[in-house]
């Protein structure tokens, strides 16, 4: 099904599945402990060996000799795998890096070995035996040293936009802002480690793994390894946080695989969380100059963002601009990506990549804007805003309503008590602050296929490659397939993350939800034809209610229709050209409280809300759960997490949970979420949206926006440490 036109009625309209707050269908399974995850496939493969994972000791440079007879001799071993055994190795069209070093090292805790033993202990103890000599070279890995050398890169998207003269114009400006923010390397820090079990069978990998997107692994397991496509299939049903960490096929899939053909049987390797940090991807750190010129009134009549990230050759940058290009409006208008070398580990998408760290800075310099003009930051957001793409005007949005999100949040939080005057609220030993920031993510559509069968008894299977990356993906398909053939919850089955299912979009930039649900409707269309077919129903009139077709004033109940045998409907949902012709984006409010230890400066968030304008709301259980689990990412990112870059020595020093900090429970207070009522016909015939990334976007600024507000104090570096705050902070007697 090609989707070109925007969508009409259609039976999801119905909304009796869809759009309810059902519980997730794989919460008893994950609560009892009876989801298997990949590294838990002892049922299915139980003479699994153990593969351990030997990274790399040097940032940059060359093996120069691997002596693994000690290893080899040491007690249960089965096989070590280097590059100098592990034959041919192409690379995956998604890693940057290799994900087997040799002779190069391209990056600190790269693997270069992986060592095989009977137990997990025998391999772990081996490991350290494998005894490897590098050359070191010289590295680069300070983004502040390398920012000169940065140079526009090459990228899908456009890396500098330019419209009317924004030199002239921030000149001419009254009003004018020139600030600097960074952001830090930040990690994935997902609960469930990369793991992954591989078995060989007559030359074909099975491969159980923790992945978000089995189509790129699987297309780029074939490519690494040089053999067809059809001989590998991977299997992710369960996944225990993904973030953009398990996008790609990584290193522990890899060496699974080679470790399982070295031992001639099945080897699972799971990463073990001191070398997740520097062998897997992460957020890179960015630097980011905003220049804001307006009127005296608050108008915006220049804005520009220059984005300054690094990555290891060949690498991307951080789109830390992209929003900028489109979230308010203003004639003179720069953005510019700047890519600069650096020998870290491979830096790549970690949720909202781009919009996370963009609207990080972004949303502070706004709110400094608003207060050099004297205006409410949210008065000022609200002028500012605009009905078309402001690079492109007279394209509009398909949805925006930006504005709404935002007087609602600041009615329901209680804006209008803000003292604009930072420093002057006291609750006792904590100051005070309310801080707020847009919310704005991009929504894309990605080609989504499923396979929808009525079985004879009248209930439905779904089968799709989707995954469900503790978002909710198994539930919300359920109900578009009910909604679609009329039936209840319990009569529809899904089977997600296989291979050998017909090709999803996959868990990623948030159009997951939208366009894997949106297979579904294309394969169920295709399946209520072939059902009135079977059934001597007028295919065009045919309805599906309550567990039957019906149409003329005949009534046939499905699983008589399926008494001569199940009935198959498969499709893909396509799209055409309407996220051309019109934006489509995702808009919100974001409204933090924050109290900060007058003494310690100790920075607490005492309220959250976010208001949401993402389409329909497929199921406002999950998503709230979605946005909930992002703004507390967003505190985060506020608050904690910090990549500490070892300059000398190229890499994360803080590469464990002790060192890394994320929020807990006792971080996060009562967290607010409203969805506004909203269909976009122009999405899709779900007319979904994504909120899993909304969510985290601008959550960050308005932390700190909080702070300055409870303490006058403006930090621009990320994260707002309780060191950066002190030294600034006023004497008191
Ligand atoms: Mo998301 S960073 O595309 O998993």
């Known amino acids: 099904m090609k989707f070109t036109t925007p969508a009409t009625t259609n039976p999801i309209d119905q909304l009796k599945v869809v759009g309810q707050p059902v519980d997730r269908i794989d919460g008893p399974f994950k609560t009892t402990g009876t989801a298997r995850y990949a590294y838990e496939q002892h049922e299915t493969v139980p003479d699994a060996a153990y593969g351990y994972v030997v990274g790399a000791t040097i940032a940059k440079g060359r093996i120069a000799s691997i002596d693994v007879e000690a290893a080899r001799r040491s007690p249960g071993v089965l096989a070590i795998v280097t590059y100098q055994n592990a034959g041919q190795l192409g690379k995956g069209k998604y890693n940057t890096a290799k994900l087997l070093a040799g002779p190069e090292v391209e990056h600190y805790h790269q693997a270069v070995a992986v ?35 940065a140079r526009l890169p090459k990228t899908d998207d456009k890396p500098e936009t330019k419209h009317g003269n924004f030199a002239a114009g921030f000149a001419g400006a009254p009003v004018k802002l020139d600030a600097t923010y960074t952001t830090p390397d930040q990690s994935h820090a997902m609960m469930e480690p990369h793991a992954s079990v591989a078995a060989w069978n007559d030359g074909k990998l099975t491969l159980w793994t923790s992945n978000q997107m089995i189509h790129w692994g699987t ?77 005296r009134e608050g108008r915006i009549t220049a804005i520009a963002h220059e984005s300054w990230s690094g990555d290891l050759p060949g690498g991307q940058p951080e789109t830390a601009v992209q929003q900028t290009r489109l979230l308010y409006a203003g004639e003179h208008r720069l953005t510019r990506l700047n890519l600069a070398v650096l020998d870290l580990p491979e830096a790549n998408a970690m949720r909202a990549p781009g919009e996370a760290p963009g609207m990080m800075a972004l949303e502070i310099a706004i709110d400094e804007m608003a207060e050099k003009l004297k205006m409410d930051p949210v008065t000022f957001r609200i002028v500012n805003d605009t009905t078309s793409d402001p690079e492109k005007p007279g394209r509009k949005f398909s949805q925006r309503r930006f504005v709404e999100c935002m007087r609602q949040g600041a009615e329901r939080f209680g804006w209008n008590k803000r003292n604009a005057q930072p420093g002057q609220v006291r609750d006792g030993r904590w100051l005070v602050g309310l801080g707020v920031a847009s919310a704005f993510r991009n929504n894309m559509v990605m080609k989504s296929a499923a396979r929808v069968r009525l079985e004879r008894n009248g209930s439905v299977t779904v089968e799709t490659d989707m995954t469900d990356i503790g978002t909710g993906s198994y539930t919300i398909i359920a109900q578009t397939a009910a909604e679609m053939m009329g039936l209840p919850l319990e009569r529809v089955a899904v089977k997600l993350g296989d291979s050998t299912f017909p090709v999803s979009a996959g868990s990623g930039g948030q159009w997951g939800g939208n366009s894997s649900t949106a297979g579904v409707y294309a394969a169920c269309v295709k399946l209520r034809e072939a059902i009135a077919a079977r059934a001597g129903l007028d295919v065009a009139t045919a309805e599906f209610v309550d567990g039957a077709v019906r149409a003329g004033g005949r009534s046939v109940p499905l699983a008589q229709v399926a008494q001569g045998g199940e009935i198959v409907g498969e499709d893909t949902m396509e799209y055409g050209d309407l996220d051309k012709k019109f934006q489509q984006s995702t808009f919100g409010a974001h409204f933090v409280e924050v109290g900060v230890d007058v003494d310690t400066c100790e920075v607490r968030v005492r309220r959250m809300l976010a208001v949401c304008a993402a389409g329909r709301i497929l199921n406002p259980k999950s998503a709230r759960s979605q946005v909930i689990g992002a703004m507390t990412m967003g505190v985060g990112a506020a608050l904690m997490e ?49 909120v899993g990334e909304l969510g985290i976007c601008g959550v960050g600024a308005a932390v700190a926006n909080a702070i ?26």
Do not use: W
Request: hydrophobic share 40%; proline share 6%.
């Open 219 to 295: 297309q780029d397991m074939a490519k690494t390894l040089g053999i067809p496509v059809e001989n590998v299939r991977l299997i992710s049903p369960y996944i225990g946080g993904g973030f953009g960490g398990k996008l790609f096929l990584r290193a522990e899939a890899l060496l699974a695989a080679l470790g399982a053909r070295a031992a001639q049987r099945p080897v699972k390797v799971n990463l073990t969380r001191a070398v997740m940090f520097n062998n897997t991807t992460h957020r890179p750190a960015t630097i980011q100059r905003i220049r804001i010129g307006a009127t």
């Open 642 to 690: 910090d990549l500490v870059v070892d300059k000398r020595r190229g890499f994360f020093v803080n590469h464990d949970l002790a060192g890394y900090e994320v929020p807990v429970h006792a971080d996060i207070p009562h967290q607010e979420v409203v969805f506004l009522d909203e269909t976009d016909p122009v999405s899709s015939p779900m007319k979904a949206k994504g």
């Open 708 to 733: 300055y507000n409870a303490t006058g104090v403006r930090i621009r570096d990320y994260p707002i440490t309780l060191d950066k705050l002190l030294s600034k902070m006023p004497l008191r007697a």
């Open 115 to 149: 060592v095989v033993a009977q137990t997990f202990e025998q391999a772990r103890a081996a490991a350290p035996l494998v005894k490897v000599r590098y050359v070191e070279q010289k590295g680069e890995y300070d983004l502040e040293r390398a920012k000169k050398s």
